[in-house]
């Protein structure tokens, strides 16, 4: 009866978050329109200022045309490798690692930031909204993305992703939250419950996080959410 009543409240707490990111999303939704059509209406001009401009919306350092740079912010267990993977070989732009941390407790890297900042790079990471995290990257770019899943699919995800490391001792070593002794020797029931005490909460808070920060404008720059859907 306690599990299920841990359970339940797991689920409470995930509705809620879908519920305000589902809220959040149709909002963004309209506003996209919104920009197409104004999108639009200025792509003349924006052709006459591309050709003013030799095509170098942002100046590179030996002229010609440089992508912004590109960040995006995911969930564990939400496709990050794929879409990383899809865009660096769409874009021909080389991925630079921000964020040499283990989820949930990632902070990223001062130097790596900076050159992301330069342009001409991509980036993925699984950062809280923690106020080093959102000082850097105000700092260095001007729009970010962030990219979600329904954290209880996330977590049965993981759940499976870690069988892959079974054995691994130095890898299931920096896995956050760290495993318990003989997690592997109990069956899949007592696994998941495992999981959805101690792995689902981080995912729900990490959610929760970013879209406080979004409502408050915390981060201070643009926020398109995503879905694993999407």
Known sequence: RAMFGRIRARIRAVQSAADRLERLTKRQEIELDQQRALAEHLQPFLHQLVAVQGGNLQPGPAGGYVPPPIFLNTMPQSGSVFIMDSLAKALDVPFVPVSPGYFPDVLLAVGAMRRLGL???????????????????????????????????????????????????????????????????????????????????????WLEGWLDADDKGACGVRILFSTYED
């Not at 691994?168 to 998941?192: E, K, M, N, V």
Request: net charge negative; charged share 15%; with cysteine.
């Open 119 to 205: 342009g001409g790079a991509l980036t993925q990471s699984h950062c809280p909204p923690h106020p080093l995290n959102m000082a850097l990257i105000r700092s260095h770019v001007d729009r970010f993305v962030i990219h979600v899943r329904d954290p209880r699919q996330a977590t049965l995800s993981w759940l499976h992703h870690i069988e892959a490391f079974k054995g691994q001792a130095d890898t299931l070593a920096i896995q956050s939250p760290p495993l318990p002794d003989g997690y592997f020797d109990h069956d899949l029931t007592a696994r998941i419950d495992w999981q959805i005490d101690h792995y689902l909460p981080h995912l729900v808070h």
